[in-house]
């Protein structure tokens, strides 16, 4: 691997090492090196991924957090359930009747459950393993229009962080209508809250809120989301995780104020991963998550950026190495209509996107083409001619999850857990690389 580690990263390697990590701080089970964080989709059950395939193909047993994608925030500032299209899923959480043949633990849902759905999944899954901590992640690009009003004020965020605290933590869910549900119903299914808040300051979807001191309300949110965690904490002798996911971009990244925010969470989860993508639709064709900068790289738009460049702008901001978890991308984008250009499709030109310009790597892994990496900045990519696709291969997760622990970083974060195999290859390469 080879050496690039700044002054600041060397630094934090020595901090870390004097420190204890997040995973050595909370206990549960048998200790992996490292934390590694998957997120699992709410909707990934229409598409056939369960709670019981996080089992099946070994990802659980590799896992310490699993982050359950997503939670709304409601226009009055509060966190909710719902059956609504666009609005809330409560139906895949906790009210749909889950069978024998898709249970964790083969036991089918029984109709006076208060609790179903992938709640109670998840508490089963993390019965088998004791390893592993689920928390409620809010937000995403979809749900965030409204966290700029909910941390507005401190009244806004006193309700706002209760809220989320009563419905997820001490499992108060509404019953909308039907049997599932109710106070305490879903104690016990999450151990955290992680905000997905996309972003602060604005460059997210279209019609959210946004405010011009939102960087500095980020704060104090997060500020009140550790105060009533560790009040809950304190009442049941246990330790509420707060994490956070953060951009890469550095506009974004420098609107956050990192050192203060370090001190409210037990990690950041950076989205070291979208640096390039299908909103270049005529290319220049690049990579979506390389470790290393190119000097090479001729994008108009972050040019030069890398996941290694990233961890070094946080951890020059205050973020203490052992709190940083580097994101990476189960996923790929894809250009056609690619020239060859000499680099095998690599920083050229396109006619448009392949098959709609993004795909999980468990189809991407299939398509043909000749798979090429680029071992001095730590990327890969396929190309057949014509059609170029950047994602990370298994051996790639393996490296990064290597830098990861030679740089003494909190661990790993994957988007997402559905886009593995059934054999959890993915997961499993990471794994590799942080037992190293």
């Excluded at 961890?311 to 203490?320: D, I, T």
């Excluded at 890969?380 to 170029?388: A, I, L, P, Q």
């Excluded at 622990?405 to 590799?432: E, F, I, K, P, Y």
Aim: hydrophobic share 40%; net charge neutral; charged share 20%.
């Amino acid at each position: 691997m080879p050496r690039r580690t700044s002054a600041v990263l060397a630094m934090a390697v020595a901090a870390a090492l004097a420190a204890p990590t997040a995973a050595q701080a909370h206990d549960h089970g048998p200790r992996l090196k490292g934390e590694r964080v998957g997120y699992f989709t709410q909707w990934g059950i229409y598409g056939g991924y369960s709670a019981k395939k996080v089992q099946d193909s070994g990802q659980a047993g590799k896992l310490t957090v699993l982050n359950y994608a997503f939670g709304n925030v409601s226009a009055d500032g509060t966190c909710f359930e719902a059956n609504a299209a666009g609005v809330g899923d409560a139906w895949a959480d906790y009210q749909r009747p889950v069978g024998a043949e898709e249970s964790v633990d083969g036991v089918a849902d029984t109709a006076e459950q208060p609790l179903k759905g992938n709640f109670n999944q998840l508490r089963k899954l993390k019965a088998k393993n004791p390893q592993l901590r689920a928390v409620i992640s809010l937000g995403g690009w979809t749900w965030s229009k409204y966290f700029s009003d909910a941390a507005a004020t401190d009244a806004a965020r006193k309700k706002f962080v209760s809220s989320c605290v009563d419905l997820y933590l001490k499992g108060d869910l509404p019953q909308l209508g039907s049997a599932e549900g109710g106070a305490g119903a879903g104690a016990g299914v999450f151990d955290g809250i992680d905000i997905d808040w996309e972003y602060p300051g604005g460059g997210g979807d279209a019609g959210n809120v946004v405010r011009p001191e939102d960087g500095r309300n980020y704060t104090l949110l997060m500020q009140e989301f550790r105060r009533q965690l560790d009040a809950l904490g304190r009442q049941r002798h246990a330790h509420y995780l707060l994490t956070a996911a953060v951009p890469a971009g550095e506009e974004k990244a420098d609107r956050l104020e990192v050192r203060k925010v370090a001190k409210s969470v037990d990690w950041l989860n950076l989205m070291t991963y979208d640096l390039h993508g299908p909103w270049e639709a005529q290319g220049p064709t690049n990579h979506q998550a390389n470790l290393y900068s190119d000097p090479a790289d001729p994008s108009p738009a972050n040019a030069g950026y890398s996941a290694d460049r990233v961890v070094r702008h946080y951890l020059a901001k205050g973020l203490p190495a052992a709190k940083a978890v580097l994101g990476v991308p189960f996923y790929g984008y894809g250009w056609t209509g690619v020239p060859d250009g000499g680099r095998a499709g690599l920083y050229q030109s396109a006619t448009g996107l392949a098959q709609g310009g993004n795909l999980p790597w468990n189809r991407i892994k299939d398509l043909p083409g000749a798979v090429h990496e680029d071992r001095r900045h730590g990327a890969t990519w396929k190309y057949d001619g014509t059609e170029f696709w950047t994602y990370d291969t298994p051996d790639l997760l393996t490296r990064k999850a290597r830098y990861v622990a030679v740089n003494g970083l909190g661990g790993v974060m994957a988007w997402s857990l559905d886009n593995d195999d059934s054999q959890g290859t993915l997961v499993a390469a990471l794994d590799a690389g942080l037992r190293r």
